[in-house]
């Protein structure tokens, strides 16, 4: 997390030697300018070793708000930079994170569409042979029965009934009642 003015010097940043503070002397008072001030040290974010961190910076001087990436060289790791400006006070709140901590979650998220779509489609898969097995099988059978009925088993009693009030319980009767009629 860092904190900049509209100038771009640090207000606030997790590294404090970055931070706006006094400039000191080895017994740790504050050193003098040339008029008795105080001595200042500034750093500033368009100042940054890092190209990509400096051009973030020029963003959050703007009053930009939006993300960045840059490769953090201390410890070899891409980071993401989500900042924003902070309106009434003039100045730009930048939070740092790995990236792969916020990759992390679509990384699961991924996953978990993955694995949701593999379950609709084996339940559809399943829902559709169930379906073709239930319209398939009474056909079967009643194609059975008119083999048989055509090799000269004259049998209609045979003949496969259907409970259902469907077209293919209206083909049973009609073959039930044209096989009664061969006979």
Not at 39 to 56: G, L
Not at 139 to 166: C, R, Y
Not at 172 to 177: D, G, I, L, T
Request: hydrophobic share 40%; aromatic share 8%.
């Amino acid at each position: 997390l860092f904190l900049v003015d509209r100038s771009g010097t640090y207000i606030y940043h997790w590294d404090t030697s970055r931070s706006l503070h006094l400039k000191m002397d080895a017994s740790g008072k504050p050193l003098l300018n040339s008029v008795g001030e105080k001595q200042i040290i500034r750093y500033r974010v368009t100042e940054e070793k890092v190209p990509e961190m400096a051009q973030i910076g020029s963003k959050m001087i703007l009053g930009e708000s939006g993300y960045g990436f840059y490769n953090d060289y201390s410890n070899n790791e891409e980071m993401a930079i989500l900042f924003a400006p902070v309106k009434t006070a003039n100045y730009s709140l930048a939070l740092v994170v790995p990236k792969k901590s916020i990759m992390k979650q679509v990384n699961n998220l991924q996953w978990i569409f993955l694995i949701t779509g593999i379950i609709v489609v084996l339940l559809l898969t399943l829902l559709s042979i169930l379906l073709g097995r239930r319209i398939s099988t009474p056909i079967v059978q009643l194609s059975k029965t008119a083999d048989s009925l055509a090799k000269g088993s004259w049998d209609h009693t045979s003949v496969p009934t259907s409970n259902s009030s469907d077209e293919v319980s209206k083909l049973f009767n009609s073959f039930k009642e044209m096989a009664s009629q061969i006979k």
